[in-house]
């Protein structure tokens, strides 16, 4: 574990060490989905922080298949990873661009089993909204934790994670972002997971410095998340993408962003009240830079966690 001044808690990179015994990278897929912030189900144009690629700027294009975007984005790892071994299971398939268990369901199962049959695949994991797990869904992906495949030179069972953007569990907040969902929902879609199979590691999103927001509403997002039974936590500084209404509210300065060392503080506070078994999938994000107007201090990721590694220590 991952020790800081008087709190100890798990990095993401420890955690996948001692599931799969080595390292684990995470690369970023698109499976072709939408939102129901975007469709006119429940809204359109999403939360007002997402940019048009639905929070996957990172990812391969959709019109690859899915076997493709994994050749690709291994590409993109062993440009930045040298002397990755490709004979083992190295990657862990990251569904994120938009609502990935909203839409056709056969299709995004063939879509995750795509993904789980390249045997340099140790799992998957898909990015979501509370309240579009629907029961279906979540009995399909479990029928599929149960099946084997090739994990490596092995036949197994593979990993299998679900994220949920929470962001904050400030109900002022929520409508102010567009969220389109209540607290329920996600707390109903944490407890269905969990019955239906607790195996599934949950990792929640947080967003911290929300317009509003101070930091003892921050804190409070993620004591709801811890009580109500995540595994694991994403966190990050909000981010000010070009093109989003967030950004019109930033330009007329309606608020401002949070800087790095109030970042620091409000993080450090948050990891003293995080159980050491929560697994810390994120301390910070790093928004693409060709969209990101505000906080350019994330823009720079080394330097970002050096600066938090000192801090922590402190």
Known sequence: MTSGFFMTY???????????GRKIYKITLD?????????????????IFCSASGSGDFAAERNFSISEQIEKAKKLVANKIKN???????????FQNFTNTYGDENSLIKKYREALENPQIAGIAIGTRPDCVGQSILEKIHDLTKEQFM???????????????????????????????????????????????PDIHIVTHIIFGLPGEDENVMLETVRFALKTGTDGLKL??????????LAKDYEEG??????????FSILKKAL???????????LTGDGAKNILIEPQWIANKRK???????????
């Open 254 to 263: 309606k608020f401002k962003v949070l800087e790095m060392d109030e970042y």
């Open 151 to 197: 994990d490596g030179n092995t036949v197994g069972r593979k990993y299998f994670s679900i994220e949920l953007g929470l962001q904050t569990s400030n109900e002022k907040s929520a409508g102010y972002i567009r969220r389109h969902y209540s607290n329920e929902d996600y707390i109903d879609a944490v407890k269905r997971i969990k019955e239906i199979n």
């Open 304 to 314: 970002v966690m050096n600066d938090l590694k000192k801090f922590l220590s402190d």
């Open 10 to 20: 798990t990095s993401v990179s420890e955690y996948y060490k001692k599931i799969f």
């Open 272 to 282: 003293s009240i995080i159980p050491s078994d929560i697994v810390m999938h994120r």
């Open 84 to 94: 990755i071994d490709e004979s083992k299971s190295n990657y862990i398939a990251y």
């Open 236 to 245: 990050q500084v909000l981010n000010v993408l070009k093109g989003t209404d």
């Open 31 to 47: 499976a072709g989905c939408t939102c129901p912030n975007r469709d006119g189900t429940k809204a359109v144009g999403g939360c």
